[in-house]
């Protein structure tokens, strides 16, 4: 009997069988993937297994134990550089010399406290810090791995909360399954309110999750989760990595606004900051041990220049365990079910990707790269696949890394999407440079064609940085101050006219063609007015423009609504046609001086006019199949805010007619400034 032939094993030039290209840069991906390799035997032979050194959260910081046979809490924290540590707190009175910590060879610090010590020990809700002597001097601080953090409102200094409820959180809800791709709502907690104020994990849940499940997304993905000193850093300045931000509410309100969420068949994603952290000294991991690189880069590597903050050094061990630690811990203990990575071109690329335009492989494998970040990353999406397999992991990058989405074993960073983030970009220059008559619909389709073959990515039309004060929305670059006087149906307006129009269309043809699942940012769906400012001196700390003003989309009599009820008919297509996981993707006709566009994905057709003025009544398409097709979406429609000149479930009986390269045709009637969406009967 032959024996059956050996797999080889993986070396990491998998990749090319994707892309030919990388034929010359085989040495370049070998040497990534063995120093990925080398890295995790590291571990494997040091701490047991990728998995115990994965949970450094459960041995650092506080976690009950006992020692000499008493119960109690042991803590601990990484400070090589300190020359000595006390753990301070209400358990005793704030004492500074009272309880000292013991150092071990590899500068980790610990000490336990009994809980009958003092009659109290440690009790859940205790304020506690750690006073940490260093070189710079003596200076209370907040343990690395706290799970919670207060501010005080009169002087806003943070101090750590030993969190451990006598009863913890009982779930009650499974992980729901998809229908359909990940179709992303993207939240912020504290502006989801209408008022002017910091809205809360509760709030959220009672009041918002309603409105997501209606809309039909089907994942949440929240941001500013991790504890972050400054709210106006929209979440993206991190102190504590492993605390739950406490201006929205308990780590519980938190863990029941998850298990709502997955109660009503929706998942709930991170945005999980890896790749930066505040530069605060008190309440931040800044100057911990009294030196500048114990958990970051010395010196001016150490600093990124464009968002004042600090940069990790992915190559020390105990960072390495800090990181893929907190990877863990959203998992574990709070039941995330996937992150968005934020920042991973600044991580990947010693330049951070600033002014860098990316021009060949070279920049992407041999010139400038951070290896140990690298390395870091795709330890981080074996963590997270490995502690649940289900995990979705999506990388926000901008440069084009070279199998950032493909599996390790065969080269790739391991995510499983990757943001498309050129597409947003190019609207808002189309909608900033061009006039309608200039927009040029084969650019347009190849640009939203236009990614890393066999990567999944996720489209999305504008992001949350471009509703910030000083950018503006999509809606706010089509219709800007009108929005303020005529959205009424009462009115009509050319402006809004066309805004209306266009924000279907724009929102519609990069759901089509721009990826494999769908990202919205909270309130775009019904294109919110205005910007997002957070409470600053330069605003007088206003909270008027930190919020969503559901009112709009809620009022029958405001245009608002029919832009929410479009959006959540294209979510559909995704639910009834698997629209987003469907291929394959193809060009039927492009006519530019006509504006027209149609392509299909899957079994839809997608019929694209923008043009400003022109209708075609009697326009002959090629199409796929011998079949009869059937309109299903009309961003035409009267409840879309649309003049509804096709009727809804028009039928367009087919011919033998060749067009398009097709032995079959059909003749629509497609306006001006409108698409529709065709399946075949």
């Known amino acids: 009997m032959a024996a059956e032939p050996r797999t080889a094993e993986p070396d990491g030039t998998g990749l090319i069988a994707l892309d030919p290209w990388l034929e010359p840069y085989a040495e370049a991906l070998r040497h990534r993937y063995r120093r990925f390799r080398a890295r995790l035997e590291e571990i494997v032979r040091t701490e047991g297994s990728l998995e115990a050194f994965s949970r450094g959260y459960r041995r650092f910081g506080f976690n009950r134990g006992r020692k000499d046979d008493r119960p109690g809490v042991w803590y601990r924290e990484w400070a090589p550089g300190a020359e000595q540590l006390f753990l301070i707190g ?23 406290v009994p809980d009958d010590e003092g009659g109290r020990g440690l009790r859940h809700g205790d304020h506690v810090k750690v006073h940490v002597i260093s070189r710079i001097g003596p200076m209370d601080r907040i343990p690395a791995y706290i799970r919670r953090v207060v501010y005080d409102p009169a002087t806003h200094n943070g101090t750590g909360q030993y969190w451990d409820p006598p009863e913890p959180y009982r779930w009650q809800h499974p992980v729901p399954a998809l229908q359909g791709q990940p179709r992303i709502y993207e939240a912020h907690v504290g502006m989801a309110l209408e008022a002017e104020r910091i809205g809360t994990y509760n709030e959220f849940t009672d009041q918002i999750l309603p409105r997501i499940v209606a809309a039909g997304y089907n994942v949440i993905q929240l941001m500013a989760v991790q504890e972050h000193p400054y709210y106006a850093s929209f979440g993206y300045h991190v102190n504590a990595f492993y605390a739950a931000s406490s201006r929205f509410g308990t780590p519980e309100d938190l863990k029941r606004l998850i298990d709502t969420a997955h109660g009503r068949g929706l998942r709930v994603f991170l945005d999980l900051v890896h790749s930066h952290a505040v530069k605060n ?4 991991l800044n100057m911990f041990d009294g030196t500048d690189h114990q958990y970051f880069h010395a010196g001016p590597r150490g600093q990124h220049p464009a968002w004042d903050s600090l940069l990790f050094d992915y190559g020390k061990w105990e960072v390495l365990r800090f990181l893929l630690s907190n990877v ?4 574990e203990e709070y039941h995330f079910d996937g992150f ?12 951070h990707g600033l002014g860098k335009p990316f021009t060949c492989y070279d920049d992407y494998l041999i010139h400038d790269i951070d290896e140990d970040a690298v390395t870091f990353l795709q330890l981080a999406n074996l963590v997270a696949h490995e502690t649940a397999p289900d995990t979705v992991t999506i990388a926000e990058d901008v440069s084009g890394m070279v199998g950032l989405a493909r599996p390790l074993e065969e080269g790739g960073l391991g995510f499983d999407y990757r943001l498309a983030m050129g597409v947003p970009d190019y609207w808002i220059r189309l909608l900033r440079e061009r006039k309608d008559e200039d927009w040029h619909m084969d650019e347009l389709y190849h640009t939203l064609v236009n990614r890393r073959p066999g990567e999944k990515h996720v489209a999305y039309a504008e992001s949350h940085d471009q509703a910030l004060v000083g950018d503006k929305t999509i809606a706010f670059w089509l219709m800007d101050a009108s929005m303020y006087w005529y959205m009424s149906k009462e009115h009509q307006d050319v402006v809004i006219d066309r805004g209306i129009a266009l924000h279907k269309m724009i929102r519609l043809v990069t759901f089509a063609l721009g990826g494999e699942a769908w990202l919205n940012f909270m309130g775009n769906e019904f294109g919110h007015p205005e910007w997002i400012d957070f409470p600053r001196e330069g605003n007088g700390f ?18 608002y609504r029919d832009l929410a009820a479009f959006d959540r008919q294209m979510q559909a297509l995704d639910t009834h046609f698997g629209l987003l996981g469907a291929g394959p993707i193809e060009k039927i006709k492009v006519h530019e001086d006509n504006k027209i566009l149609v392509c299909r994905r899957g079994p839809l057709v997608f019929l694209f006019n923008f043009h400003p003025h022109n209708s075609y009544p009697d326009f002959t398409v090629g199409v796929p199949r011998a079949r009869d097709y059937r309109v299903v979406l009309n961003t035409d429609d009267f409840w879309f805010g649309g003049h509804g000149i096709v009727p809804p479930g028009q039928v ?3 011919q033998p007619i060749a067009a398009d390269g097709r032995p079959q045709s059909v003749i629509v009637y497609i306006p001006a400034r409108s698409a529709q969406v065709l399946e075949p009967m």
């Open 328 to 331: 863990r811990f959203w998992i």
């Open 340 to 351: 968005r990575f934020d920042g991973v071109t600044s991580m990947m690329y010693l330049h």
């Open 90 to 112: 209400d358990f005793n009175g704030w004492n500074r010399q009272s309880h000292p910590m013991e150092r071990d060879q590899f500068g980790v610090w610990r000490t336990f």
């Open 542 to 559: 206003s909270f008027k423009y930190a919020r969503r003003q559901w009112s709009l989309v809620d009022n029958l009599l405001l245009r």
């Open 652 to 654: 367009y009986p087919w």
């Open 281 to 284: 000294v008190q309440d931040g």
